[in-house]
């Protein structure tokens, strides 16, 4: 399929979705407009219609490509608008933010889904419950040391804020009125910054003034 220019970029979207808002920050770095999808999260249709599946964001480049998974779509944009860039130009920077999201994705992000899960059991373990809370506030310590004499994660804004972000904000930020989403209940519970996390409540601040599309 030949590459997608610098057309139309059409993205799914439901309220609050913090895998959503990534693309939101992405995009607005790179000053891309976006033609925005509100979909009912109680009827993924549209979604499910053009993706083949239920998860958001989705993103519809030019009415005929079709990306799926929001660290996919930012890989997508920087292909496509490299300029300003998300990942650095150096290789083996690069390469260290590819590890951050697979670290980000793929280990950080499970407890706060384990507990969600356990959550909606009829009984939930407390115990399994409290055991996964202590791994997320240790992580919020690898967060504050990454951002010792940085103003962003990897050093200049990029990739790895836009990843970690929208679920590290609800640490400081709490949650939106009307956002009820157990998932983000659980980011807030469990990240608690007190005095002990400057630098991330600082970050935190600090990436929410970036304009979003």
Request: charged share 30%; aromatic share 8%.
């Amino acid at each position: 399929m030949d590459k997608v220019g610098c057309g139309l970029l059409r993205v799914y979207r439901i309220p609050f979705s913090t895998n959503v808002e990534r693309v939101a920050l992405a995009a607005g770095h790179k000053r891309l407009p976006v033609e925005w999808v509100d979909v009912d999260p109680g009827d993924r249709t549209p979604v499910e219609r053009v993706s083949g599946q239920g998860l958001v964001p989705v993103l519809v480049a030019d009415d005929r490509e079709v990306v799926a998974d929001s660290t996919a779509i930012l890989e997508w944009l920087e292909e496509h608008h490299p300029e300003p860039p998300l990942y650095p130009a150096e290789p083996s920077r690069r390469a260290e933010a590819r590890v951050f999201a697979e670290w980000f994705n793929q280990i950080w992000k499970r407890p706060p889904n384990l507990i969600t899960a356990e959550l909606m059991k009829p009984t939930p373990d407390e115990g399994r419950i409290a055991e996964l809370g202590d791994r997320m506030r240790s992580a919020l310590d690898v967060f504050e040391e990454l951002l010792a004499g940085r103003d962003y994660l990897l050093g200049h804004f990029g990739v790895a804020d836009c990843l970690a972000f929208p679920f590290l904000k609800y640490a400081a930020l709490g949650t939106a009125s009307g956002d009820d989403e157990l998932f983000h209940h659980v980011l807030v519970d469990h990240q608690p910054l007190g005095d002990a996390h400057p630098r991330l409540r600082a970050w935190v601040e600090r990436v929410d003034a970036h304009p979003r599309s």
